[in-house]
Structures are given as structure tokens and as C-alpha cells.
């Protein structure tokens, strides 16, 4: 097979642009399209970075799956728990810490330029939940070399993030088993 035949219609393998992209909204999927696409990425051999700023020490299954894909993928959990909820009896200052250490890291492990992809998981939750500022993803959205793709997850991405984005995904809720009393289910939802 030649070069050609493997080579997606309309794609730009030659000279890589990196992209801005969001997913967000209220429904179930945002984290787990952003590692499908971690996935796609890794499979072409391109080196990925993960930064989570919410989920604290709770083991799920993604998190047992990225570990088998290192060292392509780097993977760092720097919230500490969620906040406000699910038994937090962290004071809000750890929280704000915390995110505020994770954007740093990001920041700069994004300017290395050593990433073909780089995942901000959850910042949109830290910035509704006042850990963290749009202003701040709006600063690392400036310094994303060229050729590093960014995604940017979480409920109620900011319009402002919207508008500079590349491409923008809500997932919405149409039904969920939830509504039916149906708890989130081991190799399902976490």
C-alpha cells in the first residue's frame, strides 16, 4: 500500500496544524471522546499529554487503560476530588491550589512543544466552580505551538473559549439511566 492510499481524503499529514477543540454540555461523553481521539493519536505514534483538574485518587477504568499506552501518553491527575461533593472535605483552598498548580503544569508542559496532542480534562469545571479563570484558557490557547492540538473538556465552556475554538462539540442529554434509578455501572461509565 502506498502513502497515498493510506492517507485520509483531504488530509494534511505533510504539514500538521494543530486545533482547538472543545467538548462540552450537560450529557455523558466528553472525556471519553477526548481519549478516543488520544487514541487515534497514539496509533499514528504522535506523543500525548493529559492533565486532569478535577478527578482526584478515585480509580476508573480509562485511568487503567491510559497507564498500558505510556509512555506515548503521559498522564497527570492533578485535582483533588471533586469539589463541593462525593464525600470533599478538603477546604476550598487546597481546591483552588490545586487548579491553579495543574494550569502551570499544563502551561507548561505545552510550551515544550513536545506534544502532539495535549488534553485539559475538566477546566471548564474548574473555571465554573471559581478555581481557575476563561482568562487562563484563554493565555493557554495563546502559547499552543502550531502544531499541538488542544482539547478542552467539561460542562459550560465559556463563550469566549467557544468563539477562538476550532471545533466545538455539546453533548446533550437525551436520556440517561440515571432518570431510572440505574447507578453508573464499572466498564460503562467509569
Given amino acids: ?10 488530509s494534511t499529514d505533510e ?8 467538548n462540552t454540555g450537560d450529557g455523558k461523553g466528553k472525556t471519553t471522546a477526548a481519549l478516543g481521539t488520544i487514541l487515534r493519536a ?5 506523543r500525548c499529554l493529559i492533565v486532569q483538574f478535577i478527578k482526584g485518587s478515585w480509580m476508573y477504568g480509562e485511568l487503567k487503560s491510559i497507564r498500558r499506552l505510556e509512555p506515548e501518553v503521559e498522564f497527570h491527575r492533578m485535582g483533588k476530588g471533586f469539589v463541593g461533593i462525593v464525600d470533599d472535605n478538603l477546604p476550598r483552598e487546597e481546591h483552588e491550589k490545586a487548579a491553579q498548580e ?9 510550551m515544550s512543544g513536545d506534544y502532539r496532542l495535549v488534553l485539559l480534562d475538566e477546566i471548564f469545571i474548574a473555571v465554573t466552580l471559581g478555581l481557575i479563570s476563561t482568562k487562563d484558557i484563554l493565555d493557554i490557547m495563546d502559547v499552543r505551538p502550531a502544531h499541538t492540538t488542544l482539547i478542552l473538556t467539561g460542562r459550560g465552556a465559556p463563550q469566549e473559549v467557544i468563539e477562538r475554538a476550532d471545533t466545538v462539540t455539546e453533548m446533550r442529554e437525551v436520556k440517561h439511566a440515571f432518570r431510572k434509578g440505574i447507578l453508573a455501572q464499572r466498564g460503562v461509565d467509569y
Wanted: charged fraction near 15%; proline fraction near 6%.
Fill in 102 to 110: 495543574a494550569l502551570v503544569f499544563a502551561r507548561n508542559k505545552l
Fill in 42 to 46: 497514539v496509533g499514528y505514534g504522535h
Fill in 15 to 22: 504539514s500538521p496544524r494543530g486545533l482547538v477543540l472543545v
Fill in 1 to 10: 500500500m502506498t502513502n497515498t492510499e493510506n492517507k485520509a481524503p483531504n
